[in-house]
């Protein structure tokens, strides 16, 4: 795992740098063609003819004296930079709040989640507007651009009106454990677009808000760990029940976390073929139910040796016949 995240991050850096040099590139494209000096004379006369052609007004990077205006380029770093600031010191303060309702941690994440949108449409709008462009017409402009990238979205909208229902039904919040299509595992967040879910096993289960149409929530109800004990048609059954009495009993005093009420002695399960089967039940939380059905199999096993109780191996048969 750690060398998978080793490759990403170089992988994730460059990316950066290569996004951040296409954009500048495009920025000198439209604003200066007469910087790329890697273009011949004709290609350069070309990209300035286009962007007077097309962005006449809108990216009135040039000076009145025809030279180039590097005030607003400063202005424009300088406004990103603060946009970026503002984000990290928001997120920090955000990040030093800490509740005990996981319905507020959900909030908080999600509240987090907004504000790195919000800041990247008030950078984008803010910087257009630093380069000249008219802000009514910018914010129309995003307006249709919306619209139409609305019909062409239509699961991403799914996506976020899902996350919008699932957050103000409280069907979950981060920090349940639920089941979605046989995969079971605890919210570690709900985004706007997507929820992870992560399983015992450390695995991240990234699904659609849109996707999640049927689940079981685990942690609205105590669940119950089952254990089987079986034990020898010969020996006592009064006396084994008369032991795991005794374990269920000391259960919540030895294991407070695990079991806040003591176990139940259900009775006879089954009458196997080489043994009787006896079965217990706790009400636990979800996220115990196997630390908590691993404990009680070995006080059992332990209740049941130091009672002189045997439980038998499974019936093994040897074929005697001929072939």
């Given at each position: 795992m750690k060398t998978n995240e080793s490759k990403?991050?170089?992988?994730?850096?460059?990316?950066?740098?290569?996004?951040i040099a296409v954009i500048i590139l495009m920025l000198l494209a439209l604003c200066a063609p007469q910087l790329l000096v890697?273009?011949?004379?004709?290609?350069?006369?070309a990209v300035s003819l286009f962007s007077e052609t097309y962005f006449k007004g809108f990216l009135p990077l040039k000076?009145?004296?025809?030279?180039?205006?590097?005030?607003?380029?400063?202005?424009?770093?300088?406004m990103i930079a603060a946009c970026w600031a503002v984000y990290r010191v928001l997120s920090w303060i955000i990040s030093r709040f800490s509740f005990k309702?996981?319905?507020?941690?959900?909030i908080k994440g999600l509240a987090a989640?907004?504000?790195?949108?919000?800041?990247v449409i008030f950078a984008a709008v803010f910087g257009l507007n630093i380069l000249g462009a008219d802000i009514i017409t910018v914010i129309a402009g995003l307006g249709i651009m919306a619209l139409v990238i609305g019909f062409g979205a239509q699961s991403l909208i799914e996506d976020i009106f899902a996350g919008l229902f699932i957050l103000f039904e409280g069907r979950f919040y981060v920090g349940d454990i639920i089941s979605i299509d046989n995969f079971r595992g605890t919210v570690k967040s709900i985004g706007i677009v997507s929820t992870h879910i992560a399983d015992q096993g450390g695995n991240i289960r990234?699904?659609?808000?849109?996707d999640i149409r049927v689940l079981t929530n685990l942690s609205q109800v105590p669940s119950i760990a089952v254990s089987i004990i079986s034990i020898a048609y010969s020996?006592?059954?009064?006396?084994?029940?008369?032991?795991?009495?005794?374990v269920c009993a000391r259960m919540p005093n030895q294991y407070p976390e695990l079991?806040?009420?003591?176990?139940?002695y259900l009775g006879v399960e089954d009458l196997g073929e080489s043994s009787v089967d006896l079965k217990i039940a706790a009400d636990v939380q979800e996220s115990n139910i196997y630390n908590a059905r691993r404990t009680l199999n070995r006080e059992l096993k332990l209740a049941m040796d130091a009672a002189g109780i045997e439980i038998p191996f499974p019936q093994v048969v040897v074929w005697q016949g001929k072939e």
């Open positions: 990403s991050g170089p992988k994730r850096s460059i990316g950066r740098a290569a996004g890697f273009l011949s004379p004709a290609q350069r006369e000076t009145a004296e025809g030279g180039f205006d590097f005030m607003r380029i400063a202005a424009l770093i300088f309702s996981r319905r507020a941690e959900t989640n907004l504000l790195r949108y919000c800041i990234i699904i659609n808000n849109s020996a006592d059954i009064l006396k084994a029940e008369a032991a795991i009495d005794e079991f806040p009420k003591p176990p139940r």
